[in-house]
């Protein structure tokens, strides 16, 4: 069934609260904190734990807007402490697969640094149980479903001075657009970065094009000297790719994967631990606190992964985070459900957050004390209020178990 909302003023607001019994000792304070956080947030993200009947909504008696900041402030703080705790997980996720690709593959000398590149030094995630991060591995000839090493890039940029070798094409778009294509070797300066070398084709406007350029339409294994063009480069690698876009890898001819690795979200870096083949993710499995002998350990870390990814996700959109339930989409482990007594919705799906939290500790670098110290502050206030209907319905509704 669908919902509409009408647009209201913060006094209508503030009405629609008061008409429901939530006591508003300062009405001034009350709408600065709606502006600055938003009221579909901070009060109806909320309500639902201080109400007393739903239909119409009425809130219990004593609740007051302190209530509502109260657990909003809360929330804000285990929403900072869960994101260092986060963070410290895809840090150490981002140096164990760097490590351990490059002591499997890119030990052999300096020529072996862009082995990263290299598809066929991957298992193709078929092999296993599928799952959300499967699927944009590898596919052949399909850009949006392949992982960013295995896929050409393009990027504006202006060539400083470089030498080019290489062939020179002309072509035009469907809407009569002509442009110069030198499509081989650039030795140089590109942007104010430091000099080096890319391999790709580099496309400039027709109106753009110096005629010594234009001239050599149709050669082949042309050399020559190039200054201030301005184009877009296309079919770079991965490498090349980020040796134009981050200044901090311009430096490095072949940057190796523990410099690259920095650049990849934490999707891509799901992702590409699909691919790298059951003896290496067996190591950085057991490194990270998931035991690799054990059955169905490879699942279980994927499984967390999944809620890792989410709840970041949940966090970087400043999301209410005591709010969260796992998506829809992803099946909870049984392994979990059981060793954890966990208590889905339905059908092995939908957790509440603080059973998802209990997931994400079984990462060795992933601690709960400073949520569960917060937690247990928030409710020993509400104890000295006498307000143990918040309480109960703040730890029913987030699944928290444990005595305050």
């Known amino acids: 069934m669908t919902r509409e909302k009408e647009f209201k003023t913060i006094n209508e607001q503030i009405s629609i609260q008061k008409n429901r019994n939530l006591k508003i000792p300062d009405e001034l304070q009350m709408e600065s904190f709606i502006?600055?956080?938003?009221?579909?947030?901070?009060?109806?993200?909320?309500?639902?734990?201080?109400?007393?009947?739903?239909?119409?909504?009425?809130?219990?008696?004593?609740?007051?807007?302190?209530?509502?900041?109260?657990?909003?402030?809360?929330?804000?703080?285990?929403?900072?402490?869960?994101?260092?705790?986060?963070?410290?997980?895809?840090?150490?996720?981002?140096?164990?697969?760097?490590?351990?690709?490059a002591r499997e593959h890119c030990s052999s000398g300096i020529e072996s640094n862009l082995n990263y590149l290299n598809i066929n030094l991957y298992e193709l995630p078929t092999l296993h149980s599928q799952n959300s991060f499967t699927d944009y591995f590898y596919t052949s000839g399909k850009d949006r479903k392949t992982h960013s090493f295995f896929r050409t890039h393009n990027i504006s940029a202006r060539i400083?001075?470089?030498?080019?070798?290489?062939?020179?094409?002309?072509?035009?778009?469907?809407?009569?657009?002509?442009?110069?294509?030198?499509?081989?070797?650039?030795?140089?300066?590109?942007?104010?970065?430091?000099?080096?070398?890319?391999?790709?084709?580099?496309?400039?406007?027709?109106?753009?094009?110096?005629?010594?350029?234009?001239?050599?339409?149709?050669?082949?294994?042309?050399?020559?000297?190039?200054?201030?063009?301005?184009?877009?480069?296309?079919?770079?690698?991965?490498?090349?790719?980020?040796?134009?876009?981050?200044?901090?890898?311009?430096?490095?001819?072949?940057?190796?994967?523990?410099?690259?690795?920095?650049?990849?979200?934490?999707?891509?870096?799901?992702?590409?631990?699909?691919?790298?083949?059951?003896?290496?993710?067996?190591?950085?499995?057991?490194?990270?606190?998931?035991?690799s002998s054990a059955s169905g350990s490879r699942e279980k870390f994927i499984n967390a992964c999944e809620i890792l990814r989410e709840l970041r996700n949940e966090l970087a959109h400043f999301s209410l985070i005591t709010r969260y339930r796992t998506g829809n989409k992803i099946l909870i482990n049984s392994l979990f459900i059981s060793e954890l007594s966990l208590t889905p919705k339905t059908n092995n799906r939908v957790l509440k957050f603080y059973q998802s939290l209990k997931i994400l500790n079984y990462f060795n670098n992933f601690s709960l004390k400073k949520i569960d110290r917060s937690i247990r502050l928030y409710c020993l206030k509400n104890i000295f209020l006498f307000k143990f209907d918040i309480i109960k319905n703040f730890l029913v509704n987030s699944q928290t178990k444990f005595h305050c």
């Open 160 to 291: 400083k001075n470089a030498r080019f070798t290489g062939n020179v094409q002309r072509s035009s778009t469907y809407n009569g657009a002509i442009f110069y294509n030198l499509e081989g070797i650039f030795e140089g300066t590109i942007d104010d970065l430091k000099i080096n070398i890319y391999r790709g084709k580099f496309s400039i406007k027709d109106n753009n094009t110096p005629s010594d350029i234009s001239g050599l339409d149709g050669c082949t294994d042309v050399s020559v000297q190039i200054s201030n063009l301005e184009g877009r480069f296309f079919d770079l690698s991965y490498a090349d790719y980020c040796k134009m876009k981050y200044p901090y890898i311009s430096s490095y001819k072949n940057p190796p994967l523990w410099i690259i690795i920095d650049t990849l979200m934490l999707n891509d870096l799901l992702i590409l631990f699909q691919g790298l083949g059951v003896k290496i993710q067996n190591r950085i499995m057991s490194e990270m606190g998931f035991d």
């Open 35 to 101: 502006q600055q956080k938003n009221y579909f947030n901070s009060i109806n993200g909320f309500e639902t734990l201080f109400l007393l009947t739903s239909n119409p909504k009425k809130y219990m008696s004593r609740v007051s807007f302190k209530d509502i900041k109260r657990i909003y402030v809360l929330d804000r703080n285990i929403a900072k402490y869960l994101f260092q705790e986060i963070e410290k997980i895809e840090i150490e996720l981002k140096s164990r697969i760097a490590y351990e690709f």
